[in-house]
């Protein structure tokens, strides 16, 4: 795509982020349309923390994909850095005009420009589409990842 903009969300933005997170096939099952209390404090959260990131994606004054990207200091790989990426969401009927890619190689470039030595994310099992995107970015299916829902 051309002209995109990526920027730190503002809270402005939240509408926008929720419906973009709500308007997938998991998320449609797992986040609302409309911002609460939890969203609010979420967002304030996020904002307040150097470490992460809330980007946005905006061309032509719209919103049109986001992302959080957060930083991880470590003692492992001798006190890398690492860059967790999550949440990517590209707004469904753009999707497959390579946003997605132009939204992670600019996350990537950031990582590198930071001195990370590892860039990271997890995708669901059930999204081969995803799995098969981030392997021609170059992500490697390195790992077994695991969660408990609390």
């Not at 061309?59 to 991880?72: D, P, S």
């Not at 497959?96 to 990582?111: C, K, N, Q, Y």
């Not at 001195?115 to 669901?124: K, N, P």
Request: with cysteine; charged share 30%.
């Amino acid at each position: 795509m051309t002209d995109v903009i990526f920027r730190e969300a503002v809270r402005a933005d939240l509408p926008a982020v929720i419906a973009l997170l709500a308007d997938d096939v998991l998320g449609k099952a797992r986040d609302f349309t409309e911002v609460d209390e939890a969203y609010e404090r979420a967002f304030a959260a996020i904002d307040a923390d150097p470490r992460n990131h809330l980007v946005v994606a905006e061309t032509g004054g719209e919103l049109v994909g986001c992302m959080q990207i957060t930083y991880i200091p470590g003692l492992g790989r001798h006190g890398a850095e690492r860059s967790l990426i999550e949440s990517v969401r590209v707004r469904s009927d753009l999707r497959g005009r390579g946003l997605g890619r132009e939204m992670m190689v600019w996350a990537i470039d950031r990582a590198r420009e930071r001195g990370c030595a590892l860039v990271q994310l997890t995708t669901d099992k059930s999204r081969a589409d995803a799995h098969r995107f981030y392997r021609n970015l170059g992500f490697v299916a390195s790992h077994e990842g695991m969660k408990l829902a609390l």
